[in-house]
């Protein structure tokens, strides 16, 4: 089966800093992988998406790194801000029809 | 554009029991997938319904079934609800059954089991 994992489950970062949420996944036949935020109460909130063609994509104050040497994701959030303290999660896809989620990592962004 | 929305947002029911949850989909978006996310875990895939047909679906037990209408909206049924049933149920619209891109979810539907 899929195995999505995260190797932190919570990070706390100062107002400003950068982030760094890491995600690491089993299949290597996954071509599709998608990060998404989710706030208390909400569902998930898509961020910025990469497929398994390039290693690098930036999005507004986001950049996703897809290594697939190693099998492992990661998302950068430039100049965090508070209404970035979420759970994030990594999903990847192999070309079927359903995501496959880690387990998220918890981001607290200290003012 | 509308967003996807389900309904109820919140309920509890009892051991046993059968629940129905509602997803209307994003404008424009004919495909649906339903997952449940149990409390401090990622979501897991129940099932894709795409053109009124289940398109796929996950390792969840016969008891979890699904409805799509014509309009593409679709319903999750539960029968015989187990205390583990308890979770956020999630209902995400896509464009074209297969590789679901351009996911959009809704604010799921919140199910207690008691």
């Known amino acids: 089966g899929e195995s999505v994992g995260l190797h932190l489950p919570t990070l706390s970062v100062q107002e400003g800093d950068n982030s760094i949420i890491n995600c690491a996944y089993s299949n290597s036949a996954s071509d599709y992988f998608i990060w998404y935020k989710q706030e208390s109460g909400k569902g998930p909130q898509f961020i910025i998406d990469?497929?398994?063609?390039?290693d690098k994509r930036q999005g507004q104050r986001v950049t996703v790194l897809l290594n697939k040497t190693v099998k492992h994701l990661s998302l950068q959030i430039a100049a965090t801000q508070p209404g970035d303290s979420a759970v994030y999660f990594c999903a990847e896809n192999n070309a079927g029809n359903q995501f496959y989620f880690g387990t998220g990592t918890s981001l607290t962004v200290i003012p | 554009e509308t967003g996807v929305t389900q309904s109820p947002t919140h309920l509890i029911k009892t051991r046993g029991q059968q629940v129905t949850l509602r997803c209307s989909s994003q404008s424009g978006h004919n495909t649906v997938s339903w997952y449940q996310q149990a409390l401090g875990q990622g979501p897991q895939f129940i099932f894709q319904?795409?053109?009124?047909?289940?398109?796929g679906r996950g390792n969840f037990p016969p008891r979890f079934s699904g409805l799509q209408f014509p309009n593409y909206s679709s319903e999750l049924n539960v029968n015989a609800l187990e205390l583990d049933d308890s979770a956020l149920y999630l209902c995400?619209?896509?464009?074209?059954?297969?590789?679901?891109?351009?996911?959009?979810f809704g604010s799921g539907t919140r199910l207690t089991v008691v």
């Open positions: 995400a619209s896509s464009l074209g059954g297969g590789q679901p891109y351009g996911y959009t």
């Open positions: 319904y795409y053109r009124e047909e289940e398109n």
């Open positions: 990469i497929r398994s063609n390039m």
